[in-house]
């Protein structure tokens, strides 16, 4: 399976942009591209999927790469809500269960 | 609409027994995972099914661990004979048959074997 590489940690200032980086340079025509985030003592969130466009919802952006080796999930102006661990995920089909890396720990700062 | 529900939220178990832990999909979904989160490890998954069928089981212990999907009701994994290294947040989500991109995961139900 295609795997990513996500940086253990970052840190970010309250109402600042957030640029969270993937690397995933295995991937292949067929996978998608996946965020999801988990807040402390929760459940897994999803945020957001793309395949080759960039896309936005109402949570955050994604930018993919044009050779598709990398993504970065974009959250516009972080909020203290907004501290969780976040995880890029690489899925072949709809269906396939969410293999989980140990992601990228949000940090937010008052 | 309700999200995913699990109940228990807390179940506290001694060794040997079992541990029945209950999950109800969001409206119109008929996709289930079950996913395990040992203490300071990521999430894990374990199975994945739909009404009445098992679709994929990687993921689930050989023994002791057996989940099911019925027609009617929650979906349902079941522990027996539960011992201290089943202690663990147990996540279900669930997607729709047209979206499966997005699953909706519940609040958890964390198991305490003492």
């Known amino acids: 399976d295609a795997k990513t590489t996500q940086p253990n940690s970052m840190e970010s200032n309250e109402e600042e942009p957030v640029h969270l980086p993937c690397n995933h340079s295995t991937i292949s025509g067929t996978d998608y591209i996946h965020w999801y985030r988990q807040l402390p003592s929760q459940g897994p969130e999803y945020v957001i999927h793309?395949?080759?466009s960039n896309v936005n919802n109402r949570m955050a952006s994604l930018a993919i790469a044009e050779d598709r080796k990398s993504s970065t999930l974009i959250l516009h102006r972080a909020t203290l809500r907004d501290a969780a661990v976040y995880y890029c995920i690489l899925r072949v089909t709809s269906y396939d269960k969410v293999i989980f890396g140990p992601g990228t720990s949000l940090s937010v700062i008052p | 609409n309700a999200g995913v529900m699990q109940n228990p939220r807390h179940l506290v178990r001694r060794r040997g027994q079992e541990a029945r832990l209950r999950c109800s999909p969001m409206?119109?979904?008929?996709?289930v995972y079950w996913y395990r989160q040992l203490p300071e490890e990521g999430l894990k998954f374990m199975v994945y099914l739909q009404k009445e069928n098992i679709i994929d089981e990687s993921g689930m212990p050989k023994e002791r661990f057996s989940a099911e999907f019925p027609k009617e009701g929650p979906s349902i994994l079941r522990i027996q004979q539960v011992v201290r290294g089943d202690s663990a947040a147990y996540f279900c989500a669930s997607s729709r048959r047209d979206r499966g991109n997005e699953q909706y995961f519940g609040p958890g139900t964390r198991l305490t074997v003492t």
């Open positions: 793309g395949l080759t």
């Open positions: 409206k119109g979904h008929s996709h």
